[in-house]
């Protein structure tokens, strides 16, 4: 075949060389392209392939009382993940897991729930382990693949229950909080405060967590954990200094546990100036508890209380303000000048007082006879309070009243506090009744007793009382700063207020209580009784001391407590406490009060139609928080 | 002083190609995790021993011999894959075909392999044997139908891979056969329809430029309207022959067009080779270090993704050290195709240099997503003992052509 004489062959050759060298060329530079021009592209690539990030914690800041002493702090601390190929190989490491440090079924369905969510990352499934646990674990590491332990600093609070409210809890990020974007920066596990100041300054407190890489096959196995990137140290939080006194909510602490074991209710302790000085509620948790997950058991527990240990009594609850009231309507009238503290009003008490054709009762049924101003402050006299009341008028206690911020919440950096009710106007009465639905004298005996459409916080008439201790401003309560930096200001004049200060010293020192006053304390004050339609009543006290010059205002409200006067022994207490200094001990501080019980508030509506009661709906938690898991 | 040993470039290709693939071979199996290519480099230098052994013995056979024998080893082959067609077994990655021969349980080899070498003696017999190149269709349909048969047998195991081998053997040795490249691009042009199909526009601006060719050309009038039909045709088939690929040869072909369509699956294998490649960089991770391969994220990296462990692992230069030792070996055989005694044997190394060629472009260019992506052997790095085997023999035969061309006097021309 002549094809394949050598010159025709040598033709064809040349052709097919140059093919080859095409295919060569062409080769060269799709290689060329993807190693040389693309190299970093799949360099990452591969490195994304290969690493999975462990983020390391970062130390919470350190929570600090006025003095330095710490609130939360953090202890040493390790945490066990599991890096997991698939979900059901993490089930199967699960189970042998289970066999070494046990877990509950519901447990690990958390644990697998928080896997699917994150399946690239490492799952935590001991939040806290201790170093028994971790020895233990580290023993049987050769059959719990991807098994990773890091040592985390751990929050502790080495005051547990006794700051519960105050400094909250940590926990893992909820997912409802991620999309919020409540915690900016919080990825899914990451630890951020869940209540109280933890949450509040969870954005100071948080640090930035750092980066670990481990490296991983092709299935997503572990392979090496040590050495195989850079890791990027975490950036600790920032301390915070608070206005906290640490040994006084201490004292609360115990003086409670001691006395008053099993009672409901709150105690907050102010300086004129607004600063926190304590804020109680009782009954309360271990905050500890929630580090590094609660176990479910401990979160119904806490969730099925009947006494709802969640809830913060000082910020979380509204009662009727009650007596301690009556000071804001004897401040109305002295504002508006309808009356003076000599003022004695038309009808004497007899034991009540008949308007209309209705008697309404003194809460003393023999009677405290004709008054002025400072005697019926210091004997709590209704009769008194409802003939100012009525001499005030409706629309002016419900304009001064907002003035006086019993319509908005006191503004203290605390999440969740609750908003006081309170109408800013009649109209709210039409709203509510239609417009001849309610008598607006009834309505105005409520409020000059401090009952009705009125309830308040404990932190809220604190605030009041402040204002009362100094000179007619109260600035916003704040523990780590201020929120707002508007003052309450009541718009009395100096004499009114120190003749208000003494009408309230005479309620410790003269009144029914007269003789039985802390003997080197002169401590101003006024108790309460709030009307709750489920069980006992309330009982209020709120004082301040020295009553002359004073540095510390406390509020507390104890449920069922019946009286004031069975409060006002423990606010006695603590404001020697404060006022004379831990070395003075537990002086036997023993204050007398009348033990005035409220009358049930007045029916403002025609009797068909049940009796008003704000305490049936404003005692109602907020919702408690999802669980957070271990 | 002529020199009458063996041909020492070939021998120095060869060698160096082996020795680097065992190398890299080796490196394959040093892996983080257990993986089926541990250890397989010993087993490779048993199959290399076989191979020398094989070659030493194909040496001796003279191309008179293996021109007779021609025909029995095609019949053969055809024989033998029509078997494995009904016994045949799939294995590692390619379970479900059946391209595997065994006996008793015991895998004795992939037919195709020796089916490729059957089809290359048949073609170089029946073109060697012609008085004039084929220069119309109609003389190319008997050296299609040679290549044809066991094209279609391996594609029904199926096998795309290994049947694209016997189209490029076909067109290459058509060529070196002397038939004029435009009859060959008119032979290609159904196949090319059927491709361009996929898109109207593209088939419509094909169709217009065919027949502008088609009038240069000018064929026979007949062939030249057949031809036409023929890719209007193939045109209309596309779809419906799309439709009948099994999904997962669909989703290579898919994939190929954009990998990222579906990176956990059929893209997978696409992904990560590209990665291990263009992770390397200039000079790579080292030899034995590469991650991709040492973490099992690279697919067969003993056998089908082997050229990536060495772009991971000895980077851009490893790799184009890699590329031109086989374009040595390309041109090296050339030469010897050149110089062959006769027809039929020229042929026949031709032949092999396209089983050659069209294996290693295959191979490499799917590392890069140059080519789609067909399980297919890359020659002398690859492991697999029934390729190797067919590689060291034909190694054999391409030393007795270059012998015999020096004895004849050819070798310095």
Same mark, same amino acid.
């Given at each position: 075949m002549? !094809?394949?004489?050598?010159?025709?062959?040598?033709?064809?050759?040349v052709?097919?060389?140059?093919?080859?060298?095409?295919?060569? $060329?062409?080769?060269?530079?799709?290689?060329?392209?993807?190693?040389?021009?693309?190299?970093?592209?799949?360099?990452l690539?591969?490195e994304?392939?290969?690493?999975?990030?462990?983020? $390391?914690?970062?130390?919470?800041?350190?929570?600090?009382?006025?003095?330095?002493?710490?609130?939360?702090?953090?202890v040493?601390?390790?945490?066990?993940?599991?890096?997991?190929?698939?979900?059901?190989?993490l089930?199967?490491?699960?189970?042998?897991?289970?066999?070494?440090?046990?877990?509950?079924?519901?447990?690990?369905?958390?644990?697998?729930?928080?896997?699917?969510?994150?399946?690239?990352?490492?799952?935590?499934?001991?939040?806290?382990?201790?170093?028994?646990?971790?020895?233990?674990?580290?023993?049987?590491?050769?059959?719990?693949?991807?098994?990773?332990?890091?040592? !985390?600093?751990?929050?502790?609070?080495?005051?547990?229950?006794?700051?519960?409210? %105050?400094?909250?809890?940590?926990g893992?990020?909820?997912?409802?909080?991620?999309?919020?974007?409540?915690?900016?920066?919080?990825?899914?596990g990451?630890?951020?405060?869940?209540?109280?100041l933890?949450?509040?300054?969870?954005?100071?407190?948080?640090?930035?967590?750092?980066?670990?890489?481990?490296?991983?096959?092709?299935?997503?196995? %572990?392979?090496?954990?040590?050495?195989?990137?850079?890791?990027?140290a975490?950036?600790?939080?920032?301390?915070?200094?608070?206005?906290?006194?640490?040994?006084? #909510?201490?004292?609360?602490?115990?003086?409670?546990?001691?006395?008053?074991?099993?009672?409901?209710?709150?105690?907050?302790? %102010?300086?004129?100036?607004?600063?926190?000085?304590?804020l109680?509620?009782?009954?309360?948790?271990?905050?500890?508890?929630?580090?590094?997950?609660?176990?479910?058991?401990?979160?119904?527990?806490?969730?099925?209380?009947?006494a709802?240990?969640?809830?913060?009594?000082?910020?979380?609850?509204?009662?009727?303000?009650?007596?301690?009231?009556k000071?804001?309507?004897?401040?109305?009238?002295?504002?508006?000048?309808?009356?003076?503290?000599?003022?004695?009003?038309p009808?004497p008490?007899?034991?009540?007082?008949?308007?209309?054709n209705?008697?309404?009762?003194c809460?003393?049924p023999?009677?405290?006879?004709?008054?002025?101003?400072?005697?019926?402050?210091?004997?709590s006299?209704d009769?008194?309070?409802?003939? %100012?009341g009525?001499?005030?008028?409706?629309?002016?206690?419900?304009?001064?009243?907002?003035?006086?911020?019993?319509?908005?919440?006191?503004?203290?950096?605390?999440?969740?506090?609750?908003?006081?009710?309170?109408?800013?106007?009649?109209?709210y009465?039409?709203?509510?009744?239609?417009?001849?639905?309610?008598?607006?004298?009834?309505?105005?005996?409520?409020?000059?007793?401090?009952?009705?459409?009125?309830?308040?916080?404990?932190?809220?008439?604190?605030?009041?009382?402040?204002?009362?201790?100094?000179?007619?401003?109260?600035?916003?309560?704040?523990?780590?700063?201020?929120?707002?930096?508007?003052?309450?200001?009541?718009?009395?004049?100096p004499? #009114?207020?120190?003749?208000?200060?003494?009408? $309230?010293?005479?309620?410790v020192?003269?009144?029914?209580?007269?003789?039985s006053?802390?003997?080197?304390?002169?401590?101003?004050?006024?108790?309460?009784?709030? #009307?709750?339609?489920?069980?006992?009543?309330?009982?209020?006290?709120?004082?301040?001391?020295?009553a002359?010059?004073?540095?510390?205002?406390?509020?507390?409200?104890?449920?069922?407590?019946?009286?004031?006067?069975?409060?006002?022994?423990?606010?006695?207490?603590?404001?020697?406490?404060?006022?004379?200094?831990?070395?003075?001990?537990?002086?036997?501080?023993?204050?007398v009060?009348?033990?005035?019980?409220?009358?049930?508030?007045?029916?403002?509506?025609?009797?068909?139609?049940?009796?008003?009661?704000?305490?049936?709906?404003?005692?109602?938690?907020?919702?408690?928080?999802?669980?957070?898991?271990? | 002083?002529?020199?009458?040993?063996?041909?020492?470039?070939?021998?120095?290709?060869?060698?160096?190609?082996?020795a680097?693939?065992?190398?890299?071979?080796?490196?394959?199996?040093?892996?983080?995790?257990?993986?089926?290519?541990?250890?397989?480099?010993?087993?490779q230098?048993?199959?290399?021993?076989?191979?020398?052994?094989?070659?030493?013995?194909?040496?001796?056979?003279?191309?008179?011999?293996?021109?007779w024998?021609?025909?029995?080893?095609?019949?053969?082959?055809?024989?033998?894959?029509?078997?494995?067609l009904?016994?045949?077994?799939?294995?590692?990655?390619?379970?479900?075909?059946?391209?595997?021969?065994?006996?008793?349980?015991?895998?004795?080899?992939?037919?195709?392999?020796?089916?490729?070498?059957?089809?290359?003696?048949?073609?170089?017999?029946?073109?060697?044997?012609?008085?004039?190149?084929?220069?119309?269709?109609?003389?190319?349909?008997?050296?299609?139908?040679?290549?044809?048969?066991?094209?279609?047998?391996?594609?029904?195991?199926?096998?795309?891979?290994?049947?694209?081998?016997?189209?490029?053997?076909?067109?290459?040795?058509?060529?070196?056969?002397?038939?004029?490249?435009?009859?060959?691009?008119?032979?290609?042009?159904?196949?090319?329809?059927?491709?361009?199909?996929f898109?109207?526009?593209?088939?419509?601006v094909?169709?217009?430029?065919?027949?502008?060719?088609?009038?240069?050309?000018?064929?026979?009038?007949?062939?030249?309207?057949?031809?036409?039909?023929?890719?209007?045709?193939?045109?209309?088939?596309?779809?419906?022959?799309?439709?009948?690929?099994?999904?997962?040869?669909?989703?290579?072909?898919?994939?190929?067009l954009?990998p990222e369509?579906?990176?956990?699956?059929?893209?997978y294998?696409?992904?990560?080779?590209?990665?291990?490649?263009?992770?390397?960089?200039?000079?790579?991770?080292?030899?034995?270090?590469?991650?991709?391969?040492?973490?099992?994220?690279?697919?067969?990296?003993?056998?089908?993704?082997?050229?990536?462990?060495?772009?991971?692992?000895?980077?851009?230069?490893?790799?184009?050290?890699?590329?031109?030792?086989?374009?040595?070996?390309?041109?090296?055989?050339l030469?010897?195709?050149?110089?062959?005694?006769?027809?039929?044997?020229?042929?026949?190394?031709?032949?092999?240099?396209?089983?050659?060629?069209?294996?290693?472009?295959?191979?490499?260019?799917?590392?890069?997503?140059?080519?789609p992506?067909?399980?297919?052997?890359?020659?002398?790095?690859?492991?697999?003992?029934?390729?190797?085997?067919?590689?060291?023999?034909?190694?054999?035969?391409?030393?007795?052509?270059?012998?015999?061309?020096?004895?004849?006097g050819?070798?310095?021309?």
């Open positions: 002549n !094809e394949f004489h050598s010159f025709r062959r040598a033709e064809r050759a052709l097919a060389r140059w093919f080859f060298v095409g295919a060569f $060329l062409l080769l060269t530079v799709a290689f060329f392209r993807t190693q040389v021009v693309q190299h970093e592209r799949f360099r690539r591969a994304k392939n290969r690493l999975r990030i462990v983020p $390391l914690a970062a130390p919470r800041g350190v929570i600090y009382d006025r003095n330095g002493l710490v609130i939360a702090d953090n040493p601390g390790y945490a066990v993940k599991l890096l997991a190929p698939s979900a059901d190989s089930r199967a490491v699960l189970a042998r897991f289970r066999t070494v440090v046990p877990l509950d079924s519901s447990e690990v369905s958390a644990i697998l729930v928080r896997y699917r969510q994150a399946p690239y990352q490492p799952v935590v499934v001991l939040g806290t382990g201790d170093f028994e646990t971790v020895s233990r674990l580290e023993e049987h590491r050769a059959v719990l693949p991807g098994l990773v332990i890091q040592s !985390e600093p751990r929050r502790y609070y080495p005051d547990g229950q006794a700051v519960a409210h %105050l400094v909250g809890y940590v893992e990020v909820s997912e409802r909080d991620l999309e919020t974007d409540r915690f900016p920066g919080a990825q899914l990451t630890v951020v405060g869940r209540a109280g933890e949450k509040e300054y969870d954005a100071e407190l948080r640090g930035q967590p750092g980066i670990h890489y481990v490296e991983v096959n092709a299935r997503g196995r %572990l392979v090496r954990e040590e050495d195989v990137a850079p890791t990027l975490a950036i600790p939080g920032e301390a915070i200094r608070t206005t906290i006194d640490l040994a006084l #909510q201490r004292y609360i602490d115990s003086l409670w546990n001691a006395a008053l074991p099993g009672v409901r209710g709150s105690m907050v302790a %102010l300086t004129p100036s607004g600063e926190v000085l304590a109680y509620s009782a009954p309360g948790y271990d905050p500890n508890e929630f580090v590094g997950g609660i176990s479910t058991t401990a979160w119904r527990k806490l969730n099925d209380d009947p709802r240990p969640l809830l913060d009594r000082a910020i979380q609850t509204r009662y009727p303000p009650a007596s301690p009231f000071l804001a309507i004897a401040a109305m009238a002295l504002k508006r000048g309808v009356a003076t503290f000599s003022t004695h009003m009808e008490c007899r034991g009540g007082l008949q308007v209309g209705r008697y309404f009762r809460w003393k023999e009677g405290h006879g004709s008054l002025d101003l400072e005697g019926a402050i210091a004997k006299c009769v008194y309070f409802y003939q %100012l009525l001499r005030i008028g409706l629309d002016a206690i419900l304009t001064d009243g907002v003035l006086m911020g019993f319509k908005d919440r006191s503004g203290i950096d605390l999440e969740n506090e609750i908003a006081p009710i309170y109408p800013s106007n009649a109209a009465f039409d709203r509510k009744y239609g417009p001849r639905g309610w008598s607006k004298w009834g309505a105005t005996l409520n409020f000059s007793i401090g009952q009705g459409e009125n309830t308040q916080n404990v932190l809220n008439m604190t605030r009041f009382y402040a204002a009362l201790a100094s000179a007619g401003e109260a600035p916003t309560p704040y523990i780590v700063r201020r929120r707002r930096e508007d003052v309450l200001n009541l718009g009395l004049d004499d #009114q207020l120190a003749g208000i200060r003494s009408a $309230l010293i005479a309620v020192e003269r009144g029914t209580a007269a003789g006053r802390s003997i080197d304390l002169a401590i101003a004050g006024k108790t309460g009784t709030a #009307q709750n339609s489920h069980g006992e009543d309330h009982g209020w006290f709120v004082g301040f001391a020295p002359d010059k004073p540095t510390i205002i406390v509020g507390s409200i104890m449920e069922f407590a019946e009286h004031g006067s069975n409060v006002a022994p423990y606010v006695a207490k603590v404001l020697h406490r404060y006022v004379a200094g831990p070395a003075s001990g537990d002086a036997p501080v023993t204050i009060v009348p033990a005035d019980s409220a009358p049930r508030a007045v029916q403002i509506v025609p009797d068909s139609i049940p009796q008003v009661d704000p305490v049936a709906d404003d005692t109602t938690p907020p919702p408690p928080p999802p669980p957070s898991g271990p | 002083m002529r020199n009458l040993g063996p041909d020492r470039p070939l021998i120095a290709a060869v060698v160096l190609l082996a680097y693939g065992l190398l890299i071979l080796y490196s394959a199996g040093q892996t983080d995790v257990v993986t089926q290519a541990h250890g397989v480099w010993q087993r230098l048993v199959w290399m021993a076989v191979g020398v052994v094989a070659a030493a013995i194909v040496f001796r056979f003279s191309f008179r011999l293996l021109e024998l021609a025909p029995a080893a095609y019949g053969l082959g055809i024989l033998v894959l029509l078997v494995t009904v016994v045949g077994t799939g294995q590692g990655t390619a379970a479900g075909t059946r391209s595997w021969l065994s006996i008793g349980g015991h895998q004795l080899g992939q037919p195709a392999e020796f089916a490729k070498l059957a089809a290359i003696l048949m073609l170089a017999r029946y073109l060697s044997s012609l008085r004039e190149s084929p220069r119309n269709l109609r003389e190319l349909i008997a050296p299609c139908l040679i290549a044809g048969l066991p094209f279609l047998l391996v594609l029904k195991q199926p096998d795309l891979g290994s049947a694209i081998v016997f189209i490029g053997i076909l067109f290459l040795m058509l060529f070196w056969a002397g038939v004029k490249p435009s009859l060959l691009f008119m032979l290609a042009s159904p196949g090319l329809s059927l491709l361009l199909a898109n109207t526009w593209t088939w419509g094909w169709m217009i430029v065919l027949a502008v060719l088609l009038f240069l050309w000018r064929p026979y009038v007949v062939e030249g309207v057949f031809l036409y039909v023929v890719n209007s045709v193939m045109g209309a088939l596309a779809i419906p022959l799309w439709q009948r690929l099994a999904p997962y040869q669909q989703n290579r072909l898919l994939t190929f954009n369509i579906d990176p956990r699956a059929a893209g294998h696409a992904i990560q080779s590209r990665v291990a490649i263009g992770s390397g960089g200039w000079f790579g991770n080292g030899f034995l270090e590469g991650p991709q391969k040492r973490l099992a994220f690279l697919p067969a990296q003993h056998t089908d993704f082997i050229f990536s462990v060495v772009g991971e692992e000895l980077g851009f230069l490893g790799v184009l050290v890699a590329l031109l030792l086989f374009l040595g070996l390309f041109l090296v055989v030469r010897i195709a050149r110089r062959a005694t006769d027809p039929f044997a020229s042929l026949v190394v031709f032949g092999i240099l396209a089983l050659f060629f069209t294996h290693f472009f295959e191979n490499v260019g799917m590392t890069v997503n140059l080519m992506i067909t399980g297919i052997p890359l020659p002398f790095f690859s492991y697999g003992g029934s390729f190797f085997l067919a590689s060291c023999i034909s190694v054999g035969l391409l030393l007795r052509a270059a012998w015999d061309a020096r004895l004849s050819y070798a310095d021309v």
